[in-house]
């Protein structure tokens, strides 16, 4: 925040501002280094390359050059990351002792370090620039492109990329004609259903009562989703302007920011955004000088899963116990405090604030008729490049997991993607060219979800899958209702005998009446969709259950109690690299002499078959 700033009095002062930051931005915006500090890099050590870059500006009497710290911009497997504008050029997994390097030969004298660019694994060339990259060059990032352009703790910086303008518009708009356009835009909630954002808005606006509320919910609790986290962590504004929007249009005038403990750096942003809103008069009231009024807070969570779902949320909002309640009335009618509420997800709200900014004809551009816009997944598991990747809806699986994750870890045969979240499905190899939408993801037994993809190899055992997942909703149920309570601990019973080789003839068909009984009888979207992993394993990988039960193997060899290591005579050559890495003793062997593994006192740790360079171990 610059010194001596003003609070805005109109709509044209804000107008003014935004010209005036856009304008500068183009005059003074030349080199500029970006180094990404969202968890994801900071975790890597992006806090030791910002200084290194400090220390050798100043070395190189070059301390005119702009530095900025970024969110995270997508590409988590690369990171420490430095970035130079505005040519792009791209350094990935940056170590602090080249810095110099990078400063003196590209920053300075504008030579590239090519030993220190990012591989094609295919064409093995070095590639210069962050857009040549294929993980970002298959993306269309319309909601995270604007991450590196941008130091999230700097509203001016969010404002000269043209930030605000679309509630600048919105204000000179009738809320009716906001809550169209939305409509109109085809926009659907970022983080579950995918129910119709601009018939939410109508619900809350139409209901009777005082005050109404918006919040925004950032409990992102799935595991291998980061989504919303980076989204607050690098472009808080975005969604903070979005709500704002929707609080207009629905005559909301208090709203909360529901953010899970966990994320402590993306609360702090959050914080350095509000206290800059109201400094220049964009929160409070009489906004811009008009009759809107709305204030903001943030709420903590604690970490529950279930605080996700909308009626837990405000429970827990509240000050009670986050568990969920019947539903009607639905929060537009009786939410918060019992008043009008509207509830969306982050990445929900930043696409309000791009809608109200590019219009809806920009937006419905991209994706598909029932499933406009774009969609952030977050990208993890047996997968080369691991990230945040942002793509039109519709776009297919293959393209997500090969054009832009660069395929299976390890050159492996690819066997799953679990879609969804915990509670969403397992998608195997022959729906790969499935395109990604709300509707088509449905029709598999998975969903949308808030954008979790986890990636599974030819030795993901799906048995283990879904008992990893039915065991993460057990624990994280609040177990107010006993469909979900009992049925979830029943089935992750169940499937854990079935992994242990204790599985008998009729363990499927209880799975499966199981499932149906918890998914039709559960109170809440959490017990609702609980059962979606047995079910889609089930319906996609029946024989691995059968396996297990008749044959008492695991055709994945990754369920310990059902396999064996052994050593192949013809194939060991005596290395002894196996006896030296066992951590228990288990393998006998004089050098250059074959080896012997003792099953009695084998662990099963798998380390023997991961080290030997002769294929001599085989797992049965």
């Given amino acids: 925040m610059s010194e001596g700033t003003k609070k805005l009095k109109s709509k044209k002062e804000l ?19 970006v180094i990404p500090e ?13 200084k290194a870059v400090k220390d050798a500006l100043k070395e190189e009497n070059l301390e005119g050059i702009n530095v900025r710290t970024s ?43 090519n030993e220190l660019l990012w591989n094609d694994p295919v064409s093995k060339k070095a590639i210069v620039k962050i857009n040549d990259i294929p993980f970002y060059k298959n993306q269309i990032r319309v909601i995270s492109g604007n991450n590196e352009l941008i130091d999230p703790t700097e509203i001016e910086d969010y404002m000269s990329i043209g930030g605000y303008e679309g509630l600048k518009s919105a204000l000179d708009m009738n809320p009716d004609k906001i809550i169209e356009d939305i409509k109109e835009s085809g926009l659907r909630g970022r983080g579950g259903a995918g129910f119709s954002t601009g018939l939410k808005w109508e619900f809350a606006k139409k209901a009777t009562g005082q005050p109404k509320y918006v919040i925004c919910n950032a409990d992102e609790g799935d595991p291998g989703a980061f989504m919303d986290r980076s989204i607050l962590e690098g472009n808080p504004h975005m ?4 709500m704002l929007i929707g609080a207009h249009a629905i005559g909301a005038s208090k709203g909360y920011i529901y953010v899970r403990k966990e994320y402590p750096l993306a609360t702090k942003n959050v914080e350095i955004a509000i206290k800059q809103m109201y400094e220049y008069g964009l929160l409070g009231n009489k906004i811009l000088g008009t009759d809107f009024s709305f204030d903001l807070k943030i709420s903590r969570g604690a970490g529950a899963f279930v605080c996700g779902e909308e009626t837990a949320l405000m429970a827990s909002i509240e000050g009670r116990s986050g568990e969920p309640r019947p539903r009607p009335p639905y929060p537009a009618q009786s939410g918060l405090w019992g ?30 008729k029932n499933s406009p816009g774009s969609m952030i997944f977050s990208v993890v598991g047996k997968i080369n490049n691991t990230g945040l990747v942002e793509v039109p809806m519709g776009i297919s699986l293959r393209n997500i997991i ?19 979240g915990p509670s969403g499905g397992c998608i195997p190899e022959e729906k790969l060219d499935l395109p990604v939408d709300y509707d088509s993801l449905i029709e598999t037994g998975a969903m949308m979800g808030s954008g979790g993809m986890i990636v599974m190899d030819e030795n993901t055992c799906m048995v283990d899958v879904a008992k990893y997942f039915v065991n993460f909703l057990k624990d994280e149920s609040c177990g107010k209702c006993t469909p979900c309570r009992e049925g979830l601990d029943q089935m992750h019973r169940t499937l854990t005998k079935i992994t242990e080789g204790k599985g008998k003839e009729g363990d499927i068909d209880l799975l499966t009446e199981l499932a149906e009984a918890v998914k039709d009888t559960s109170l809440c979207q959490l017990g609702k969709t609980a059962p979606n992993p047995i079910i889609t394993t ?28 052994n050593i192949k005579g013809d194939k060991c050559t005596g290395c002894q690299l196996c006896v030296k890495n066992c951590p228990v003793g288990a393998i006998r062997g004089e050098k250059k002499n074959i080896h012997i593994i003792d099953n009695k006192t084998c662990i099963k740790c798998g380390l023997c078959y991961q080290v030997c360079k002769f294929d001599a171990v085989e797992v049965d």
């Fill in 339 to 368: 008043k009008p509420t509207n509830i969306n997800n982050v990445k929900s709200w930043a696409n309000v604030s791009y809608i109200l900014r590019n219009g809806v004809k920009k937006y419905r551009q991209l994706g598909t």
């Fill in 402 to 420: 090969y054009d832009i994750g660069g395929g299976v870890l390890n050159g492996k045969k690819f066997k799953a993607v679990q879609t969804g």
């Fill in 71 to 113: 969110g995270c911009i997508g590409y988590c497997s690369q990171e420490p990351i430095l970035l130079i504008l505005p040519e792009g050029i791209f350094y990935p997994k940056v170590d602090p002792a080249r810095v110099k390097d990078i400063v003196s030969n590209t920053v300075k004298n504008g030579k590239v370090i």
């Fill in 538 to 565: 089930l319906r996609y990988f029946k024989h691995e259950y059968e396996a297990h039960i008749k044959d008492k193997k695991c055709p994945a060899h990754a369920c310990k109690t059902l396999i064996t290591y």
């Fill in 38 to 50: 969202g968890t994801c890099g900071r975790a890597c050590g992006s806090q030791d390359i910002l």
């Fill in 15 to 33: 107008g003014s501002l935004i010209d005036k930051l856009k304008t500068n931005r183009k005059k003074y915006n030349g080199k500029t280094i």
């Fill in 239 to 242: 969604v903070l302007e979005g």
